[in-house]
């Protein structure tokens, strides 16, 4: 019973991992197109998207920043 | 029961740890860009000093960094050393696009990684990557993110270091 426990809790665990949750840096292709970004203004994007991500406590969806490549 | 809780920790710490320095580098065998009938493989790289970069052109900081890749792989021409690039666009032809403005002599090894098989190995945690391979194919240096010249300026150091000079 504790085995099974443990084994269910390690698989609940995993599924929370960062590359079921996250979207990969490798992955921003589409999220690092122009159209994909919260203003045409560069500037204003890297704002907004930071105000975003604190918003929504998200990381790797807005476009803005390094081109969603998420260097740096 | 200790035991086994133990087991499957170190076994999945194991499992899901990304490569790093000191490690042996991840085998591949991709298609270059250029000819996608040929591949090139790590194992034909032993011997060599080898920066492999995971790069894609929609990503700002590799279009930043190429140009001075391009430099640096000019420099160290006659050199036992070779810039190898890895792309993952979904279009192969974007990746030739953007390199036919910054590498019109195809002096960089282009390959293409349709299937992002390297970023998702080595477990990338930004875009661009780049690994500083050693003769024997064990990782010398892990650079995440676009290097700028000062980044080149200590990288030099340590190709210079693995060349034996």
């Known amino acids: 019973m504790r085995t099974l426990f443990f084994v269910l809790l390690l698989l609940f665990i995993s599924g929370c991992s960062d590359t079921l949750t996250r979207v990969m840096p490798y992955e921003k292709e589409y999220f690092a197109q122009d159209k994909m970004s919260l203003t045409p203004i560069a500037a204003r994007g890297e704002q907004e998207g930071h105000v975003y991500l604190i918003r929504e406590a998200s990381a790797g ?11 740096r | ?10 076994l999945s710490v194991a499992l899901f740890a990304a490569p790093r320095e000191g490690d042996k580098q991840v085998a591949f065998n991709l298609p270059k860009l250029y000819n996608a009938n040929a591949t090139l493989s790590s194992e034909a790289l032993h011997g060599k000093v080898v920066l492999l970069n995971l790069w894609a052109s929609w990503c700002s900081g590799c279009q930043e960094e190429m140009p ?6 000019q420099k160290y021409a006659k050199k036992n050393f070779e810039i190898v690039l890895s792309s993952i666009d979904s279009l192969p032809q974007s990746a030739k696009d953007f390199l036919a403005q910054v590498d019109k002599q195809k002096n960089l090894t282009a390959l ?3 299937q992002k098989v390297l970023p998702k190995s080595y477990r990338c945690p930004g875009m661009p990557s780049s690994f500083l391979i050693d003769k024997n194919g064990k990782i010398a ?5 676009s290097l700028d010249a000062d980044g080149i300026q200590k990288l030099q150091s340590k190709i210079h270091t693995l060349l034996g000079e």
């Open chain 2, 1 to 10: 029961m200790k035991k086994i809780i133990s087991i499957v920790l170190l």
């Open chain 2, 141 to 145: 240096a892990v650079y995440i993110g």
């Open chain 1, 61 to 71: 969806g807005e476009s803005s920043f390094q081109g969603g490549c998420g260097c």
């Open chain 2, 68 to 73: 001075l890749f391009v430099q640096l792989q």
């Open chain 2, 112 to 114: 293409y990684d349709a």
